[in-house]
C-alpha cells in the first residue's frame, strides 16, 4: 500500500500562535490530498480539498483563512492553523489519493494531534 | 445530502465469536464504499474498497461485501488484536469526498 506522513505528530502552542502541519506522500504523487479533522470519540469530518497548483476547496463551514492549505508539490501539503485558540484543539488527519493497480484508493496519514494551551 | 450509519456503535465479542458489521448509505453517485480500521491517536489503516453491488473482498480474517443499500464487514474467528473502531466512507462526486459514518468500536475479549 501507499504511505503517508504527517508532521508533527503531536504540538502543543499558546493561544494567538499559528501552527503548520505537513502531509507527504512517501512512495506515490498525490494530485488530491484531503485534510480532516476529528474530536474523540468522533468520526472524520472533512474540512478540505486540496489540489496540487491550485487553490483548496473548503467544507460549508470552514474558515479558509483560519486553515490556510497549501499543496505545492505531488507529495507535500501542508495544513497552517492561524491564530489558534483552544477550541482549535484537535486530532488532524490527511489523506492522499493514490492511483495503485488500477483503481485509485485514499490513503490516511497518521494524524496530528494539536493543543492550544 | 449523502449519509452513512453504521451499527452497531459498539460491539463486544468473545474471541472466536465471527459477527458482522453494518454499514448502511444513502447517496447520489456512488464512487466507492471504503473500509478502514481505526486505533485510537492513530490515522486510519485502509482494508477495503468496494466499487459495485455484489463485489466481495476478503483479507485475513475479514470479508467485505457490498450491496445497493449497504455493506458488510464480517469478521470469522476474532482474536483480540482486531479490537478497534472500524470505519466505512463513501466517495461520491467529481472531486473524491469521503463521507464518513460514526465507526464501530470492536473488543474482542480473550
Known amino acids: 500500500g501507499a504511505v503517508v506522513s504527517q508532521h508533527p505528530s503531536r504540538v502543543i502552542c499558546k493561544s494567538g500562535t499559528s501552527v503548520k502541519i505537513e502531509c507527504r506522500s512517501l512512495?506515490?504523487?498525490?494530485?488530491?490530498m484531503f485534510w480532516y479533522r476529528q474530536f474523540p470519540k468522533q468520526s472524520l469530518m472533512l474540512m478540505a480539498t486540496?489540489?496540487?497548483?491550485?487553490?483548496?476547496?473548503?467544507e460549508q463551514g470552514v474558515e479558509k483563512d483560519k486553515f490556510l492549505i497549501n499543496h505545492a508539490s505531488l507529495t507535500l501539503s501542508t495544513l497552517t492553523v492561524t491564530s489558534a485558540h483552544p477550541e482549535d484543539s484537535s486530532f488532524y488527519i490527511c489523506?492522499?489519493?493514490?492511483?495503485?493497480?488500477?483503481?485509485?484508493?485514499?490513503?490516511f496519514g497518521p494524524g496530528t494531534r494539536l493543543t492550544v494551551t | 445530502e449523502d449519509q452513512v450509519t453504521q451499527s452497531p456503535e459498539a460491539l463486544r465479542l468473545q474471541e472466536g465469536e465471527s459477527s458482522s458489521l453494518n454499514c448502511s448509505y444513502t447517496?447520489?453517485?456512488?464512487?466507492?464504499l471504503f473500509w478502514y480500521r481505526q486505533d485510537p491517536g492513530k490515522g486510519p489503516e485502509f482494508l477495503f474498497t468496494?466499487?459495485?453491488a455484489g463485489e466481495e473482498k476478503e483479507k485475513e480474517r475479514l470479508k467485505a461485501t457490498l450491496t445497493k443499500k449497504e455493506s458488510f464487514l464480517h469478521i470469522t474467528a476474532p482474536k483480540p488484536e482486531d479490537s478497534a473502531t472500524y470505519l466505512c466512507?463513501?466517495?461520491?462526486?467529481?472531486?473524491?469526498?469521503?463521507?464518513f459514518g460514526k465507526g464501530i468500536t470492536l473488543s474482542v475479549r480473550p
Open positions: 486540496s489540489n496540487e497548483g491550485s487553490k483548496a476547496t473548503y
Open positions: 489523506s492522499a489519493r493514490a492511483f495503485l493497480a488500477g483503481v485509485y484508493e485514499q490513503y
Open positions: 512512495d506515490f504523487q498525490a494530485t488530491t
Open positions: 468496494l466499487y459495485s
Open positions: 466512507a463513501v466517495e461520491t462526486g467529481a472531486n473524491s469526498k469521503l463521507t
Open positions: 447517496v447520489s453517485g456512488l464512487r466507492g
